[in-house]
């Protein structure tokens, strides 16, 4: 395990055991142990380590465990924090996964008083370069392994009458080898940073009860690179926001922006955004939803608009049965996304079967990429503690399927 | 309520219908339904996702290549 992964794991453990004695706090925490299978026929090679080395991962099936905490309470009168961490180990396998061996930590404070708020979050991932891949990046011509991130987050919002104020700051660093792949299997492999910084405003105004308008601009500059990755934009756009009674609510925004940046698209600069939420209840049972997102620009050069992407999305949910820990639902939808080849239909339903037994099932087909189903069976010994097992197997249109069994606890504290 | 929502009807399929198809693909997040489970930024490969202000997943265009990992792993299927 690295020397990295290893302090910071320490030092997750230190503040968690050290928490647990403090009253006031919250957790939540899952631990499961998993079961990782695949139908594939062929081994896969693989680069991974420290020194870069080539390795073959056979179609037997692998296990690990996934462990999420998550921590809340409050520091000091108005101060808030939140500590969330994720703690993947697990062995490698085909599954569709950059590292096997990772830990995700975020820690958020906030600060509430009244009209203005403030959320300072630092977050970081480290990856155990051992159980880490080396990705290749096609249009770079060369493979990174992804081995440390840090996010350094800052968001400030405050509302002065009907006008209100959003700034957000956010340093990011990705720490990364980059490897060179030689005819001989000689790898020769470099460390590099990859640092950017990015920067939003928004000012905006209600404008009545319902409509608001706001203008926003974002500034990202790659620290790194000259001003080839740089991106910045000016929006100015109107909403919408209606409850119109107990079963009706419309949200609707229109957004353009004109974009400036060099390494995407020209025909982008002028970029209109529209979004639609139309939430609708037929008595207390049945509720469901239609989103509409379409995204479309404009191009000075060819004097035409380009339509980038639409977003359909219709959601309907019966909840048959009202019960103290899960309700029993069923759940089904569709989403049409053609640009992205993203259409699918999908289902769920959740079954109260007897002495605090739950049972849960559903099915994702998406023509384009995958379908997927899943079963989980989950006994609550108290209102706040449970034990589960659960299978999901996805079917990939364009690689091997895969099984994930979970046999898991989750605890609420 | 309804003559706002024949209007909006109209403008999607104005929008749809109306304008020729750009080449590349572009993925984006729907924020409505993200979950900020953060799965989709453990599987980039090319580190263009994080959690933006209102703590949901946003997507750096210009480092997206446009693999489509995301849209696969995201069990929200919030990405577009
Ligand atoms: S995987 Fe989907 S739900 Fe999870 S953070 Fe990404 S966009 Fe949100
Ligand atoms: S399409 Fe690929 S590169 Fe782009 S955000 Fe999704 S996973 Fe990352």
């Known amino acids: ?413 | 309520m309804k003559r706002r929502l024949i209007y909006l009807i109209l403008l999607g399929i104005l929008l749809y219908f109306g304008c020729e198809k750009l080449s590349n693909p572009e993925y984006n997040i729907d924020t409505s339904a993200c979950n900020s489970c953060g799965e989709c930024i453990q599987i980039c490969p090319m580190d263009a996702i994080e959690f933006g202000p209102d703590g949901k997943a946003v997507i750096d265009q210009t480092k997206c290549n446009q693999c489509g990992k995301c849209i696969t792993i995201c069990p929200k299927d919030a990405i577009h």
């Open chain 1, 1 to 413: 395990m690295g020397c990295r992964m290893k302090k910071n794991i320490l030092l997750l453990l230190i503040i968690v055991f050290t928490q647990l004695h403090l009253s006031g706090l919250t957790q939540w925490m899952q631990v499961s142990l998993r079961n990782f299978s695949t139908n594939a026929e062929h081994d896969i090679d693989i680069i991974t380590g420290d020194t870069p080395q080539a390795e073959t991962i056979d179609t037997a099936s692998k296990g690990g465990i996934f462990w999420q905490h998550e921590i809340s309470g409050n520091l000091y009168r108005n101060i808030t924090f939140t500590l969330e961490n994720d703690l993947l180990v697990s062995e490698m396998s085909h599954e569709f996964k950059n590292s096997f061996f990772f830990n995700d930590a975020r820690f958020k404070f906030y600060y509430r008083n009244g009209s203005q708020y403030l959320k300072l979050q630092y977050a970081n991932r480290t990856c155990n370069p051992a159980a880490t891949k080396f990705l290749n990046i096609p249009d770079m011509g060369h493979n990174t392994q992804q081995q440390m991130i840090h996010n350094t987050a800052l968001h400030y919002k405050g509302n002065h009458g009907r006008f209100h104020i959003s700034l957000y700051g956010n340093l990011r660093n990705l720490d990364y080898e980059y490897l060179t792949i030689e005819e001989d299997e000689v790898f020769e492999s470099e460390s590099a940073w990859d640092n950017d910084i990015y920067s939003y405003a928004e000012f905006s105004c209600n404008i009545s009860d319902q409509w608001r308008s706001f203008i926003s601009g974002y500034y990202k500059d790659d620290l790194n690179n000259s001003d080839e990755f740089d991106d910045s934009n000016l929006g100015i756009g109107l909403e919408f926001d209606n409850r119109f009674d107990f079963f009706n609510a419309l949200k609707t925004k229109v957004v353009y922006y004109n974009n400036n940046f060099d390494s995407i698209d020209d025909e982008k600069d002028h970029y209109f955004l529209t979004e639609a939420r139309y939430t609708k209840r037929f008595g207390n049972s049945l509720t469901g939803f239609v989103t509409y997102i379409n995204r479309s620009c404009y191009d000075d050069d060819q004097s035409q608009f380009f339509r980038i992407s639409n977003m359909l999305r219709v959601h309907a949910k019966y909840t048959y049965q009202i019960r103290n820990l899960k309700d029993s639902f069923i759940l089904t939808g569709v989403k049409y996304n053609p640009e992205n080849d993203g259409n699918l239909i999908f289902g769920e339903v959740n079954q109260y079967l007897l002495k605090d037994i739950y049972l849960t099932a559903g099915a994702k087909y998406a023509s384009e990429l995958f379908s997927t189903c899943f079963v989980k069976c989950e006994y609550f010994i108290t209102p706040l503690r449970s034990v589960w097992i659960n299978n999901k197997f996805t079917d990939f249109n364009n690689k091997p399927a895969q099984n994930i069994i979970s046999l898991g606890t989750t605890l609420i504290f």
